[in-house]
């Protein structure tokens, strides 16, 4: 059956269909930058970061984690092109299952790129955690781990924000997703992140342990140490005067550092810093003189100069103590030290952009922003080194890398609104 159509003159009038399609747009448009965008309903969210706490990954044992977040964001819409990892894991000192995932959205408003960053690993004490929920706090039911909030709480937070703006089609300015790896043995992955995948963002935010007020401007630097010392093995009860005993070595070192003042908290006049012997490992049998001892150390401080310092203390500790340990026929222990630096510190202007569009979406929401400068180190650390200031928020984590960690659902849904706003303004 044929149609008859009729035409309709629409000149002068400035209603055509395009027109008009136009002006929807951009009432459309007007409305999603004055609207407060609504995100993941929060039931929505604390099953996303359930789910995230239970999968084990620990440094360097990412994989699982980056192929749920890779699935996650596939299913509700992604260009899977746009999702890419990199190989930092190839040049980091542990061995890798994967490197960090990156996943850039173009902007459909305009506006700086922003930058959203959480890492992937938690420490070994978190593999096997099972997350429950007890009202507003969420613990692991197994008494023998910790929770792993640090850090699927940001990784959550990243991802929940990623998946609104899929699911929603929000309006956005330019944006990359940065989780990374091997961030609690040194941040590894910042460190070597490929920095091409990260489109130049003129605006960070890094979310990792604290409540969603608290902005971290500022961390320490850490300088790790392997100490080796050798000495001589013999018969503990049959000559035990030939031996020369590194264990030995080892007591009088840290002892000569606590003693004067240059282990834990170190306070040296104006100065401060802190130091800690971590690992000590050696000996096969009560019955030997344990002729090898290697430990782990580290030296903190915001003050590179102190930072030296410190390490200085610590090497001559155990060259000093090396020299007192003697066999019967003069011969003394050898101490060897491997250090490096594993990250340096930082502290950002009150006025950097980054610290400043924090502190807006804080004030916006109702809240009073908490400046605060870390005594460990973070992501922001290596981004801010590499030429990208870096602000980080908290997610809600609290008593972290312990078996008593919780995670307090209601600031991490706090931690996921500001990383909604500040992602889907425009200025």
């Not at 850090?151 to 300015?173: C, D, F, K, W, Y």
């Not at 610590?314 to 026929?329: L, N, Y």
């Amino acid at each position: 059956m044929a149609h008859s159509r009729s035409k309709r003159s629409h000149q002068g009038t400035g209603d055509s269909s395009k027109e008009k399609s136009a002006l929807q747009r951009s009432n459309s448009l007007k409305h999603a930058r004055q609207s407060k965008p609504n995100g993941l309903t929060d039931a929505q969210a604390t099953k996303l970061v359930l789910r995230l706490m239970a999968i084990p990954g620990r440094s360097g044992e990412e994989q699982k984690v980056a192929k749920f977040i890779t699935n996650q964001l596939c299913r509700a819409g992604a260009n899977p092109v746009a999702i890419r990892s990199d190989q930092a894991h190839q040049k980091t000192p542990i061995a890798g299952q994967t490197g960090n995932l990156v996943f850039e959205m173009p902007g459909t408003l305009r506006g700086p790129r922003r930058l959203l960053v959480a890492h992937m690993d938690t420490v070994p004490i978190c593999v096997g955690a099972q997350p429950e929920c007890h009202g507003q706090r969420v613990i692991s039911s197994d008494p023998q781990t910790g929770l792993g909030a640090d850090n699927r709480a940001g990784v959550g937070v990243l991802l929940s924000t990623a998946l609104a703006i899929l699911r929603q089609q929000l309006p956005h300015p330019p944006l990359t997703f940065l989780w990374t790896v091997q961030e609690e043995v040194g941040m590894q992955g910042a460190r070597f992140v490929r920095l091409g995948l990260l489109k130049k963002p003129q605006l960070a935010f890094n979310w990792d342990g604290g409540s969603p007020e608290k902005l971290t401007i500022g961390a320490t630097g850490g300088y790790r140490m392997k100490i080796d010392i050798r000495g001589r093995a013999s018969h503990a009860g049959g000559a035990p005067e030939m031996g020369i005993s590194a264990i030995a070595v080892a007591s009088l070192a840290i002892t000569d550092l606590v003693e004067s003042g240059w282990h834990g908290l170190i306070c040296k006049g104006k100065n401060r810093g802190t130091s800690n012997v971590g690992v000590i490992s050696g000996g096969m049998a009560t019955n030997v003189v344990t002729d090898h001892v290697t430990l782990r150390a580290e030296a903190r401080s915001h003050d590179p100069k102190f930072r030296l310092r410190i390490v200085t203390a610590i090497e001559k500790a155990f060259t000093r103590a090396a020299g007192k340990i003697r066999s019967v026929d003069g011969a003394c222990g050898q101490v060897e030290i491997d250090g490096r630096l594993e990250y340096e510190s930082f502290r950002l202007a009150t006025d950097d952009p980054s610290c400043v569009a924090a502190q807006h979406a804080i004030r916006a929401a109702g809240r009073e922003p908490e400046l605060a400068v870390a005594n460990g180190g973070l992501d922001a650390n290596w981004l801010t080194a590499r030429g990208i200031p870096t602000v980080s928020l908290g997610c809600g984590q609290s008593n972290i890398h312990t078996v008593l960690e919780e995670l307090q659902l209601d600031e991490f849904h706090r931690a996921r609104q500001l990383a909604l706003s500040l992602v889907t303004g425009s200025e």
